[in-house]
């Protein structure tokens, strides 16, 4: 088998290519996690300040509190 320069420019091109599509899901993947900590800190953040308010646990399940993010 015999390689041109033709070739292993495009498999270069390959590597390259597979490293930025690497990159970008680990960039989303982080972006995703993030995001799920920032909400579950919210939430606790407000059951810990409805539970200081109101210290009944059946009277505190009733209440639902739900957090929508604007987009």
Do not use: C, H, W
């Amino acid at each position: 088998m015999v390689m041109n320069g033709q070739y292993t420019e495009k498999f270069k091109m390959d590597k390259f290519s597979l490293i930025v599509v690497a990159v970008i899901v680990l960039l989303l993947l982080t972006l995703v996690k993030l995001s799920l900590m920032l909400r579950n800190l919210i939430r606790r953040q407000i059951d810990e300040q409805i539970n200081y308010m109101i210290p009944i646990k059946a009277i505190r399940k009733r209440i639902g509190i739900r957090i929508k993010f604007s987009k």
